[in-house]
């Protein structure tokens, strides 16, 4: 903590340079100030100071920025107040990042308050509420691709897995877990069975990159590790939390796991109720009966989670079960292909992993898979099932997958079986569709050229060859809705009969006639393109709220 004189000395330095930078922000805030603008400026100075490389940065209320006078703040009088915005602002951002130190200075002319905000750590760009800020002069913006990048690339090389733990030793390892890592590497080399038997444990962690020379890693902790080892990685965590969710996802059950990993994912496994799940994709009598979840998909979507996970970011691994057939997999960091197609279509390893060290260690002890096609391999689980596709959804410093043990939409899945010839990568976009999300260009032609959809950007249905292939005729026209022509048809007929009405009237009228994949917004919105269309014409104009025909 400053001394008072530090801060006296500071604060005139920084008044004095007469202007706002990158690290320093000046707000008059003479009552309050609000609560969500200090977070995104807290994650902006943070952010600026490291590319500044500067040990801090201020955030000062109680000063006019337009010439630094004291004005006074009395934004939290009370200290415990003051204090507590500590905790407060800690619950919403990266790793839990909060203020140095929050000080109070009282001139002739009022009181001032100044918030001292730490760089960002190296590698780590810290962000408020999942979004990152940033400044360019005086101006708060988003952290641009390039700063973000930055940061991120001041720790590239360096392999967070990899790092040794010099005050672990062997005695900090789980004995079971390390038989169960030596009975999991002879099925990977089955050829070296018996010189595997001879090896002393220190020899084997070595030889399947776990140690290194006899010395304990991170990655040997969190496979290998007793419970009680976790603190060696600390502030990391080697958690995964397993949480039961019922239908109005409000939580039944739960149970957190710890190191060592290796032992505890089967824990995990044995939490999640896979039920048989039965039904009918066409006309015939007998139904199909399938897990909800398949073993390798679990498995693969949980250790992903483990490989893949940032460790730097302190976060936990999640795995939310949801008793209406959906589990959903969360790990911290950004995912690191270009997009998840990208990964099904190369059906290839990864060029770039985060923790590689980490991940050549679960290779050896057939954790996961040495040539990179497992995704692609939960996705044709999941296709020949005619279940929803493993959907993932990506934020700066979030992974998260849903797997859907059920059938959702039974004419999808009629699609699938409808049409023979399609790839992999047109049920990929067909699932966007059924889901609403949004397509792709490459996508909208590759559809669009198999005359698989219509419609306008963004709002897409299934065309009519395969409403015709999949008996879903009726859809199709509920989905399709009708067009501008009909709309105006209408909008005319009503103003004839009635001599005027309002866009209320239209709409009470209108809105259950168009198509089903816009949103009340967007069937608002082209009532009124449809009004205004019809007054340019000449057609029809405005009378206040109110419209009518006009007289030509």
């Known amino acids: 903590m400053r001394s008072q004189a530090d801060v006296q000395t500071i604060l005139q330095s920084l008044r004095a ?20 603008k200090i977070g995104k400026y807290f994650s902006a100075l943070c952010n600026e100071a490291n590319l500044k490389s500067k040990r801090s940065a201020w955030l000062i209320f109680g000063i006019k920025d337009s010439d630094k006078s004291i004005v006074g703040s009395q934004f939290r009088t009370n200290r415990a107040d003051l204090d507590s915005l500590k905790a407060e602002v800690a619950n919403h951002t990266t790793g839990r990042l909060t203020f140095i130190e929050i000080y109070e200075e009282h ?29 360019d002069g005086e101006e708060l913006n988003a952290l641009n691709s390039e700063e973000y990048d930055r940061i991120r690339l001041q720790t590239k090389g360096e392999d967070w897995s990899a790092v040794i733990v010099e005050a672990a030793t062997i005695d900090d390892l789980l004995p079971e877990a ?54 060696y990685i600390n502030p990391a965590s080697a958690k995964i939390s397993w949480i039961l969710r019922d239908k109005d996802n409000i939580e039944k059950d739960y149970q957190h796991f710890t190191c060592p990993i290796l032992l505890n994912t089967e824990e995990v496994y044995k939490k999640i109720r896979n039920l048989k799940y039965r039904y009918i994709t066409d006309d015939t009598l007998f139904p199909e009966e399938v897990d ?48 998840i197609e990208e990964v099904v279509i190369s059906d290839a390893p990864e060029p770039i992993y985060r923790n590689p ?13 040495a040539i990179g ?83 306008r950007k963004p709002n897409f249905h299934i065309s009519a060859t395969v409403a015709r292939a999949t008996g879903e005729k009726a859809d199709y026209i509920k ?21 005027e009405g309002k866009r209320e009237d239209f709409e009470k009228v209108l809105l259950d006639k ?39």
């Open 17 to 36: 340079q007469g202007y706002e930078n990158e690290i320093v922000e000046f707000k008059e805030a003479k009552k309050q100030y609000d609560f969500d």
């Open 479 to 499: 989905q399709r809705g009708i067009d501008d022509d009909y709309c105006q048809k209408i909008i005319m007929d009503y103003l004839k009969k009635f001599g």
């Open 107 to 135: 001139p002739p002319n009022g009181r001032v308050v100044l918030f001292e905000i730490p760089a960002a750590p190296r590698g780590i760009p810290i962000a408020w509420k999942g979004h990152y800020y940033g400044r």
């Open 178 to 231: 390390i038989l169960k890592a030596r009975e999991s590497y002879k099925k990977k080399n089955s050829h070296l069975v018996n010189e595997i038997n001879e090896w002393d444990d220190t020899t084997f962690l070595n030889k399947a990159k776990v140690c290194i020379k006899g010395k304990l890693t991170r990655t040997a902790i969190l496979l290998l590790g007793k419970p009680e080892s976790e603190h």
């Open 373 to 455: 096609s497992g995704i692609k391999r939960m996705f044709n689980i999941q296709r020949k099932k005619f279940f929803p596709l493993p959907d993932y959804e990506f934020t700066a410093d979030k992974v998260k997958l849903t797997i859907t043990g059920k059938v959702v939409d039974i004419n999808y899945a009629r699609k699938v079986a409808a049409i023979p010839d399609l790839s992999l990568t047109d049920i990929i976009a067909l699932d966007k569709v059924s889901k609403s999300k949004v397509l792709n260009d490459n996508e909208i032609n590759q559809l669009k050229n198999k005359g698989l959809i219509e419609g």
């Open 292 to 339: 909800q979840y398949d073993p390798y998909i679990v498995r693969e979507g949980l250790n992903n989670c483990i490989a893949h996970q940032d460790y730097t970011l302190n976060g936990k691994i999640n795995v939310v079960e949801h008793e209406d057939g959906k589990i959903i997999f969360i790990n911290s960091g950004k995912f690191i292909p270009s997009s």
């Open 514 to 552: 168009l198509p089903d994949i816009l949103d009340l917004s967007q069937k608002s919105n082209k009532i009124k393109n449809n009004l205004q269309k019809l007054r340019i014409q000449g057609f029809i104009y405005p009378d206040g709220k109110i419209w009518r025909m006009s007289k030509l």
């Open 357 to 369: 060290f980490l991940v050549e260690a679960m290779i050896n002890l057939n954790m996961i898979d």
